[in-house]
């Protein structure tokens, strides 16, 4: 059985062609990029007089941070914070470090692409392997260390930035054990009911990837996807845009919002494991990336949850005789091998009673269209 985050992929090894046409060559959208006309059934940006829905902002310096974070989870699965504590530097910093990694050429790219069967590393989105179509994006995910492959993008050049990767993370993990708390604190879960998170619950053995993603300016942005709808499969992952918008995320009844980058905020989303530790109280949001004709966009995704091998399942305090477990245990590494192999039918293949009285469960995301 895998227990470490970086053999969660073992058994299900992905094989992807990590070749990648020179993006900025490009003056036609090649036919293997060609989606079709995305489904932009609604979409706001901030202060847009179109729509009244948009995705609600936490300022953590509020006393009033719980409640407001408790219903942004339960309403929408996902919300963005102000006040967060991390510095503009180390914003400036990680996407200056994502720049130079993707404007390196491919050849040099591909001395540190991930192995099938392997987390960190250089290339496409493991769920590419269930489009038909390519996406938009290139990614880099780093698990731990980036030294081994940063030796080998920038063999002079490497300490810099692996300095930023690691300070990135150290502050990402501190953010992300505070939010963790606001999210289950207004659940009424205190920090004696997770015993992992330790006698002081902080956390400390919680494990992460930090995800890269880079996506090019695009010649026919209507008829490309940047990167295919898809939840999380985390506790929650926080998510740093540049100032140029793609992020849009799914809500019933009103279809795809665009989450505008707002200056100095991070987007925090709800994670496919909340939604089972929450008994389906916080949905995990439906989210997608859309790219656009002019501009360059860099997101840097912090994918946050528990010890590879701890047992996460619904909370005994947020269960009752009507309430019964909507999900059976299962450990973060486990659930991702899951996610290789079955996407998005993973989360409803480890649960375990139908919904009840006809209710639409709020995570059936094989109900919206996810290419
Ligand atoms: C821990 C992880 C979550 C993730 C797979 C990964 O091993 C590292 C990359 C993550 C990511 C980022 C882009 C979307 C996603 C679905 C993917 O293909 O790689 C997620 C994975 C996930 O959350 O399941
Ligand atoms: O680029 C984005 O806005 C989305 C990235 C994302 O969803 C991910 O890395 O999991
Ligand atoms: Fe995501």
Sequence with gaps: MPLRLSDAFRAHPVHLCHKHPDFTSLQELPDSYTWGQLDVESSSSYGDSFSSESVPVVDLSDPNALTLVGHACKTWGVFQV?????????????????????????????????????????????????????????GFTVVGSPLEQFRQLWPQDYGKFCDTIEEYETEMKKLAGRLMWLMLGSLGISKEDIKWAGPKGDLKGASAALQLNSYPACPDPDRAMGLAAHTDSTLLTILYQNNTSGLQVHREGTGWVTVPPLPGALVVNVGDLLH????????????????????????????????????????????????????????WTEYLGTKAKHFNKALSSVRLCAPLNGLVDVNDHNRVQVG
Excluded: C
Aim: aromatic letters at 8%.
């Design 82 to 138: 102000t006040n967060h504590s991390i510095s503009q530097n180390l914003l400036d910093d990680i996407e200056n470090t994502g720049r130079s990694l993707f404007s390196l050429p491919v050849q040099q790219k591909l001395k540190a692409a991930r192995s099938p069967d392997g987390v960190s590393g250089y290339g496409l989105a493991r769920i590419s392997s269930f489009f038909p179509k390519l996406m938009w994006s290139e």
């Design 276 to 331: 089972i530790l929450s008994n389906g109280s916080y949905p995990s949001v439906l989210h997608r990336a859309v790219v656009n004709r002019t501009r360059y966009r860099l997101s840097v995704a912090y994918l946050y949850g528990p010890p590879g091998s701890v047992q996460i399942s619904p909370l005994s305090k947020l269960l009752g005789p009507s309430r019964p477990p909507l999900y059976r245990p299962v450990t």
